[in-house]
């Protein structure tokens, strides 16, 4: 952008100048995207500045993320593109336009910050690049979120490059394969890469002998006389494929090869994935604080985690191998209806995965009884991740193969762990809870006492930096669009004033970041028009829920029953937004003319939550109803924490042509979306986050603008409207929706791709030793200084 405002600063200075005095006239000290993209056509509708549109300005206003007025200067944060970015400072006196380093333009930030200077230089600065430059970089956008794909090429070139030396190191990386002491895949008979590939030879001439369906059993004795032990395959035909892959690889390293065969080696066997915080259970959770779509997610994916190793062992030739998976997560001993003051539970829908509970302790080891806000937590972490480590090893048998961390607490529970033990970690987030609040890191101090925004922001630093790689639903989770912010790039650069500046944290290019969406429960969330298997029980109370009278879980009722229903399933809180959905609802009569709505969450009475937003939230959803007049046309039911009847609510709504609505201000992936899509609902969800990416809009569903409810009211009447006229309109988008499903978010699809993603990348470790000594050393450093002091300083 540099050349751009040379030539705007030359051919057009009198129009520039007056642009930013426009600016400074403002008395405003920052400015978002939105703010300057809505000032720079106030500006243009004037006399002024009319002519200014004509030129190259409004590329260059276009890509301005951020701006930063301080005196007669503004500073400018550019995005020419998505994750590249470049800093400006313009002064008005004289008009020069300079352009500046990341450091400046985060100090121009911290100078508007109560008690800071814009010339500090003590702040401590955190610049991860210096520990990055020996690890492999991509560098077009589109290949953000492909990590995997980079690194397979990468490694085939290593292994052609290196001569024998590849080889070798294949040769060594296959002999350490074992589970409980039993020696899988080569065995001693094999003593280096050019033994190896004799012996392959060998093989596969005597296996391509054999009917294709031989059994290993009957291979057995010679394979292992030719050095090979089990691991390649369960007949013949298959484990011939494979060695034929290896022969390949030898001869000519290809990254598709190289996948395919990293992907069927028998590396994981026992799994731990880390969810410390809320009430984790199998029921009755659902609606409590910090308490949703995780644990639906995480429930979700051991399931299928265990079904996809069983399947991937029993092709391994393995069938008596026993996989096991532990979630371990905290142990509450108030833990009210649910089973979260049990310390081992076993997850239904499994032969063998457990959840095993632990309690966070005060420093003097007293057991902590009640529920803490996810948001307060940290004080407990490190004793609880000491406390875990025995119990894992004993519940597994050893150490686990991978360990997965899930949100910000999760996440850094499975550094500590995965650093302990020498495994590979993996990284969910789920939520960044720094991007949901507006200036999160730099006004974190008026956070603080309710969010402790600065344990989280530094334990996610720690966190991203120390995974092997990290799982994200969507591409916009880590790098956006090219008009918004991704989560991850939020980390790219910030401050936080005061206690310190990140000029680079985390970089969106980095091959750890991959996209595997998950799916819907497929017992559970069926299209609406399959065979019912729900009991006739459960789904006579759902249709009393729903359109039956009073009841103490069910407030409100609808006047006209036969019209269609706007469905909305959350929480209640400020992000997830069913208070303005219910805002947005009342201020439209064209709405209210064609659709009930149905509202699904929470509590009724203030004084029944536990959550002090919650509690707001109740009683404005109460103040709405009655400001807008809308007894009669609203229903408003309970949290239901039962999976299987929030189903039957999807496919009831779906039979009387209704349509889901997900109104989040933000929304990182949507898991609720994916449910109502599964079960047939059209759905309206938010612009900002994962719905972008999962519903084509006006195909598979459509998106709307939390921003403009009164545009997002319109796009829902107008669709009810068409359904009218056009009925085949509603089961056009409803056969959409199940089709965009099934082709992309699948939990079997999920399964394969995240137990591939941790073989190839426990052998990217084992190849580069990429856990580089020098960046934990920094990171270890960086959590004793920084992160460990802000977590005691958190009331427990």
Request: hydrophobic residues 40%; aromatic residues 10%; charged residues 25%.
């Amino acid at each position: 952008m540099k050349n751009e405002f040379k030539e705007l600063q030359s051919s057009n200075p009198k129009e520039l100048r007056g642009l930013v005095y426009h600016f400074l006239r403002l008395e405003r000290k920052l400015f978002l995207r939105s703010d300057i993209l809505l000032e720079f056509r106030r500006y243009c509708e004037s006399a002024e500045g009319s002519c200014l549109c004509k030129t190259g300005a409004p590329i260059v206003v276009g890509s301005i993320q951020e701006a930063a007025v301080t005196g007669s200067s503004i500073y400018l944060a550019l995005r020419p593109g998505i994750a590249r970015w470049e800093y400006y400072r313009l002064d008005s006196e004289p008009m020069t336009v300079e352009q500046i380093s990341t450091r400046d333009f985060l100090r121009a930030k911290e100078s508007f910050v109560q008690g800071q200077r814009s010339d500090q230089e003590s702040v401590l600065e955190i610049d991860l690049r210096p520990f990055q430059k020996a690890s492999p970089k991509m560098e077009r956008p589109r290949s953000i979120g492909r990590g995997v794909q980079f690194l397979n090429r990468h490694l085939a070139g290593r292994l052609l490059v290196r001569n024998g030396r590849g080889a070798e190191l294949l040769f060594h990386f296959l002999h350490e394969h074992h589970h409980r002491g039993r020696q899988l895949m080569l065995n001693a008979a094999i003593s280096d890469a050019d033994g190896l590939k004799e012996a392959l030879r060998e093989a596969i001439r005597f296996l391509e002998e054999k009917p294709a369906d031989t059994p290993l059993a009957e291979l057995q004795h010679t394979l292992v006389g030719l050095g090979f032990e089990p691991g390649w395959g369960r007949d013949a035909g298959s484990i011939a494929e494979m060695m034929n892959l290896l022969s390949e690889l030898f001869e000519a390293p290809d990254a598709t090869l190289l996948e395919d065969f990293l992907s069927r080696i028998p590396m994981i066997f026992r799994l731990a994935i880390l969810s410390p915080h809320g009430f984790f259970g199998q029921s009755h959770v659902l609606g409590k604080p910090d308490t949703g779509g995780q644990v639906v997610y995480i429930l979700d994916q051991v399931r299928a985690l265990e079904k996809e190793l069983r399947d991937s062992l029993r092709e391994q030739g393995l069938d008596d191998v026993e996989p096991k998976i532990v979630v371990i997560t905290r142990l509450i001993p108030e833990a009210g209806d649910t089973t979260c003051d049990m310390p081992v539970e076993r997850i239904h829908g499994t032969r063998s995965a457990e959840i095993i509970r632990l309690p966070f302790r005060h420093g003097n080891g007293e057991v902590v009884p009640h529920w803490i806000s996810r948001f307060k937590v940290w004080p407990y972490l490190e004793r609880f991740a000491r406390e875990v480590r025995p119990e894992i090893l004993g519940r597994l048998g050893g150490r686990p193969d991978f360990i997965v961390g899930n949100y910000s607490d999760g996440n850094l529970v499975a550094s500590m762990l995965a650093h302990s033990l020498g495994v590979t970690q993996c990284n969910i987030a789920h939520a960044l809870e720094k991007t949901k609040y507006l200036y999160s890191d730099l006004y974190w101090r008026e956070h603080e006492e309710e969010h402790r925004f600065s344990c989280q922001i530094t334990a996610d630093l720690i966190a991203m930096n120390t995974a092997d790689f990290i799982i994200t639903s969507t591409y916009q989770e880590i790098a956006g669009t090219p008009e918004t912010l991704g989560q991850y790039e939020s980390y790219r650069t910030f401050s936080l004033p005061g206690l310190y500046r990140v000029r680079s944290g985390i970089d969106p290019f980095d091959p750890k970041f991959n996209i595997v969406s998950p799916g819907a429960d497929p017992t559970v969330f069926r299209p609406y028009d399959a065979e019912s298997t729900t009991p006739a029980e459960m789904a006579d109370d759902v249709a009393d829920l729903i359109h039956g009278g009073d009841r103490p879980d069910a407030l409100g009722g609808f006047d006209d029953k036969e019209k269609p229903m706007l469905f909305a399933m959350s929480r209640l809180d400020h992000i997830k937004n069913m208070s303005g959905l219910l805002d947005w609802y009342g201020g439209s009569p064209e709405l209210q003319e064609k659709a009930n709505l149905l509202l699904v969450g929470g509590h009724f009475r203030a004084e029944d939550s536990g959550d002090e937003e919650e509690r707001g939230q109740i009683r404005l959803m109460h103040d709405l109803i009655a400001r807008h007049g809308l007894q009669g046309k609203v229903r408003w039911v309970v949290m239901q924490t039962d999976k299987m009847k929030v189903g039957e609510f999807y496919r009831y709504v779906a039979r009387h042509r209704g349509a889901f609505v997900q109104p989040a201000r933000f929304e990182a992936f949507g898991l609720t979306v994916i449910e109502a899509m599964t079960s047939g609902l059209p759905v309206f969800a938010t612009r900002y986050g994962g719905p972008l990416e999962i519903i084509e809009d006006g195909v598979s569903g459509f998106h709307i603008d939390p921003n403009d409810g009164p545009a997002a009211a319109a796009v829902m009447a107008e669709f009810f409207e068409v359904c009218d006229r056009d009925p085949d309109r509603w089961t056009g988008i409803s056969r959409a929706a199940m089709q965009r499903v099934e082709e992309h978010y699948t939990w079997k699809r999920y399964a394969r791709r995240m137990l591939s993603l941790s073989r190839i990348y426990g052998f990217w470790k084992y190849m580069t030793n990429i856990e580089h000594a020098e960046t934990r050393a920094y990171i270890s450093m960086f959590y004793h200084l920084m992160y460990k002091p802000l977590a005691e300083r958190v009331p427990e």
